[in-house]
């Protein structure tokens, strides 16, 4: 199921005039198990903001990650550096003087 507000960045390829690609970052404390009504809440929350960011990572060709103890912020910056510094930009100009402004398959 996707939320209304997730499917503007998650259209068929080639039905935007762009394309966005998400690399999500989540920050989160551990959840406080040891209260006995607010806990559980946190802890269905929190599953389930992790799951809305896996899931937009891997609709735009992302990539999810998560900041832990073993896991910094700048190895994470890294991460994504190396993978946006490989990444390719290919362009097309139809043979034709006229533009009509749309988009076309390539063969």
Known sequence: MHSAGLQRFTSPCGS???SLTIYPIRFADP??????????????ASKQGRKALQRMAHETGGAYYEVTESRSIEQIY????????SQYSIGYTPAGAESDGKYHKTN
């Open 16 to 18: 935007l005039p762009y």
């Open 31 to 44: 959840e406080p198990l040891s209260r006995p009504v607010i806990g559980p809440i946190l802890a269905f």
């Open 78 to 85: 890294a991460e994504i550096e190396d993978a946006l510094r």
